[in-house]
């Protein structure tokens, strides 16, 4: 019977117990049986910070120390200590990620190594070990976020375009570091023991190397984010895209025995981890974040075994031959069986000069805490009219001295949930402008402005101050990089029965069968979410899009 746990709390005392955990006699019994045993000696070290190892070392008669290096290159931070019983081990063991700690030999004994492929075995077959050993790293990744001393630091300017994308990339992958401005006396000192100076911002600072300049994709080689080929050197199943429809592809596959392969290039969530709030969503009467709800979703996907990377950006799909295959952007070329479409929708923008500028300059796409933070104390805009909008304008009265949410449409309600619109319109920071427009934007290096437009007036436009435009007027399809599948003239896809048989070519005339649910014009190849043709555009029914399309999956790599 399968371990049921409460959540994990952030407050130490939870935190230590779940992180701390111990196995009884039977439990590392069972857990040893995908182990090798090894006699250590004190002193001897097992792993390093950085180090690409992902064995997991279960505590014979050996005790071991984790530790933090410091980040002055004083002597290392007792971490965490196991004894016999307990293991040694982070969340790399299922991200692949390199090591976060040092691990040593605090007393001399025997351990019992773990090997990737015999843990993702453990994992698949003893529940309960795998509940144990789940939430014990899930802990110690929170208390590493909240240790003090972190071996990555990102110094940075936190109100530029490319200090939000790397705060944005951090919390959104969920990577320990310390943040440092570059301008506190802290970050100054950090660059210049580095060698280092304002004009190399951001710039990743770890105990092996200084990296200026950094962006998210090359902190993500560094980190090994990107992908890694599977065991087998091809996949089953490859799902492009890791929001709600690609995580849920991903769960079901792997979870049902195929070799699954998640891939994202961006971040993990896609835009429902941009969402401050979800309170429809079933099962969850309080409400949960978007980024709380995919975080959750990624987890379980890397329990089942998903060999999940991201970022990592797909440039084109080749369906001729047998195997697809999916090329990445660094060229790497991934063989797969099937393929789930899952790439949902990129954020439109308004048509006004400056935009680019400014974007992550004071326009922000999502309303999360690194958004508000920003804006704190001060005037915003949000601009749209559906959820998303309404989520972000009631996230943002909390902290904000004042909002105003702007409505191209005549009616709040139109695209609106009527829970939303009742509080929206009971909220007195709340100032709503139906039939409005922004114009103009007002402000360099960052935004201090905004012109507005309302239709029923023809006065000159009303400028209003504010230190942040949050947008939401929706979205268009991400498949400019999709070839070989056909699209309708917006650029979603159309699937099964939205298939005329003019659409099909003469390969399914090979097949003599019709295209599968979700499956598009090219045989193999499904779509799920947002970027399906017709799709009803909530988190719900992308999860029901991805799970279900899996089912399709199998019908089809039955007929192979």
């Not at 090591?99 to 090997?115: D, E, F, K, P, S």
Request: hydrophobic share 40%.
């Amino acid at each position: 019977m399968a371990t049921s746990f409460p959540e994990i709390g952030d407050r130490p005392d939870d935190l230590a117990l779940a992180a701390e955990v111990r196995l009884n006699d039977g439990q590392l019994a069972r857990a040893a049986q995908y182990a090798s045993c090894e006699e250590v000696r004190t002193g001897e070290v097992l792993y390093r910070v950085e180090d690409d190892s992902v064995d997991l070392f279960l505590c014979g008669t050996a005790t071991l120390e984790a530790t933090i290096p410091s980040s002055d290159n004083g002597d290392d931070h007792l971490f965490m200590t196991h004894s016999p019983g307990q293991f040694a081990g982070e969340l790399n063991l299922l991200t692949g990620q390199r090591r976060g700690l040092t691990v040593r030999v605090a007393a001399g004994g025997t351990v019992h190594r773990v090997g990737p492929e015999a843990f993702r075995r453990l994992m698949a077959q003893e529940t309960e070990l795998s509940d144990l050993i789940l939430r014990a790293v899930l802990a110690r990744r929170r208390l590493l976020r909240q240790a003090t001393e972190q071996n990555l630091r990102i110094v940075g300017t936190a109100g530029s375009a490319a200090g939000m994308a790397m705060r944005t990339f951090l919390d959104r992958q969920g990577v320990p570091h310390q943040w440092l401005d570059g301008g506190s006396p802290q970050g100054a000192e950090a660059l210049r023991v580095a060698g280092l100076t304002e004009d190399d911002l951001p710039a990743a600072l770890t105990s092996h190397q200084a990296t200026p300049l950094v962006t998210p994709g090359v902190l993500s080689q560094q980190l090994n984010l990107t992908y890694r080929r599977p065991g087998r050197g091809s996949a089953d199943l490859t799902v492009v895209g890791a929001g709600p429809a690609g995580l849920a592809a991903a769960v079901y596959g792997a979870s049902e025995g195929l070799e699954t392969v998640l891939l994202d290039g961006v971040a993990v969530g896609g835009q429902a981890a941009t969402s401050t709030r979800i309170e429809n969503y079933l099962g969850f009467p309080f409400g949960l974040s978007g980024a709380d709800l995919t975080a959750r979703a990624a987890v379980q996907a890397l329990k089942f075994g998903v060999h999940l990377a991201s970022p990592c950006g797909v440039t084109g799909l080749d369906t001729q031959g047998g195997d697809h295959i999916v090329t990445l952007m660094d060229g790497t070329r991934i063989s797969t069986r099937a393929v789930i479409v899952a790439t949902g929708a990129e954020y439109r923008a308004l048509p006004l000069d400056g935009w680019t500028e400014l974007t992550g300059c004071g326009i922000y796409y999502a309303a999360t805490d690194l958004e508000t933070q920003a804006v704190a104390g001060r005037p915003v805009v949000v601009v749209g009219g559906a959820n998303s909008a309404g989520q972000a304008a009631l996230h943002l009265a909390r902290y904000a001295s004042e909002v105003t949410l702007v409505v191209r449409g005549a009616d709040l309600g139109a695209r609106m949930s009527a829970y939303l619109v009742e509080r929206i319109k009971n909220d007195p920071r709340i100032t709503v402008l139906t039939g409005t427009q922004v114009t103009a934007l007002h402000g360099r290096p960052h935004l201090d402005g905004v012109s507005l437009a309302t239709r029923a007036e023809t006065t000159k436009d009303q400028r209003i101050d504010c230190a942040g435009l949050f947008c939401f007027i929706g979205a268009r399809p991400a498949t400019s990089w999709l070839n070989g599948v056909l699209l309708n003239s917006d650029g979603f896809v159309p699937t099964d029965r939205q298939l005329s048989p003019e659409d099909l070519g003469p390969a399914w005339k090979e097949l003599g069968r019709e295209p599968l649910p979700y499956e598009t014009s090219a045989p193999g190849v499904f779509a799920a979410g947002d970027v399906r043709l017709e799709s009803m555009k909530r988190v719900a029914a992308a999860v029901g899009d991805g799970a279900s399309a899996v089912r399709s999956v199998h019908q089809y790599l039955a007929t192979l």
